[in-house]
């Protein structure tokens, strides 16, 4: 069943997600954090401030962990996800949904496939063609999350072929490439963060095995890096324990936009953070783009609220 609607944007905006803060910051070190779940009326926003108050103060010294090192705990997954190490901390978690009314999340399924991952979360390509997304995870409850890329490239039109930056220091390029789910006979190419057209190859699969290529093309990809992005889709009525540090609240500017699909959403922006932010009628999901003022204007903000089809999630 499509999701009937979307509930109006929420007056208090980013504003209305900030978990509570007990650290008196000097202005100029202050970082806030927010929840990923709901606004501060909901009861997934108060279960996951009551579990993180708990988990401040439950063995602050880590004793009783140090004291299981790596051992079985012998607790159920669904526990192990909420970062629960101890009967206790289940039994806490137990009150807390019961408190609230709330669900675990069941059982997480990672996904090996872009397609696989995007027929399970939705009806269709709700993502756009312009943007680039990688498999994510999805628990039972329908909560997901992935990441993903904006080709925010202004000379796009002349390059035919995906820019793949990477981390050279996490996982090795013939994995990046098999997670992309790149189509046949795509130019890909990978350049290294920070990198220049010197230090990139290009993915070849020409003789039937994938090697990798020093890339000797004119398209100057040193002026070129598209914008990473996480997005987050929580269920309502489920227990969610995943939070976003997003600086200092105050270096925020917001407005209420409607999308190309007639959606309206709450934008936020910082210079170096911008946030989609939209109450579906049955999740709330936040869009945590990797990049703010200085290199990510409001155009480009709002074009990739525009490309996203909300209606299209299950």
Known sequence: MLPTGVIAANL????GTVLPNE?????????DTISLQGYVDSNEYKALTEWLEYTKSYDQDHSILDEIGNSDTGL?????YYGAYTQEMVDKIDEIVEKYDLSLHGNMTTFDTTEAFMESV??????????????????????????????????????????????STSGNLEDYYKSGDFSDG??????????????????????GELTFVPYDGD?????????????SYCKNGSFDYVSLNIGNIDDY?????????????????????SLIIVELDNAFVTVNVLEGSDGFSVSELETFADSIDFTLLK
Not at 76 to 80: E, G, H, L, Q
Not at 225 to 230: A, H, L, M, N, V
Not at 253 to 273: F, M, P, R
């Open 122 to 167: 939705a009806y269709g390509d709700f993502i756009g063609e312009t943007n680039t997304t990688y498999p994510g995870y999805m628990y039972e409850d329908g909560t997901f999350r992935f990441e993903g890329d904006i080709d925010n490239n202004e000379n796009n039109e002349t390059f035919e072929g995906t820019v793949v930056e990477y981390d």
């Open 219 to 231: 398209f100057d990809i040193r002026g070129y890096s598209p914008t990473g992005f996480q997005f």
């Open 253 to 273: 500017t917001e407005w209420s936009y409607e999308t190309a699909g007639g959606i309206t959403v709450n934008l936020a922006q910082s210079t170096s953070k």
């Open 23 to 31: 650290i008196d910051y000097a202005d100029e070190s202050r970082s």
């Open 186 to 207: 795509e130019v890909v190419i990978f350049i290294p963060a920070g990198g220049s057209n010197e230090d990139a190859v290009v993915a070849d699969i020409s003789s």
């Open 12 to 15: 208090l905006g980013l504003k």
């Open 76 to 80: 159920d997954m669904m526990y192990v």
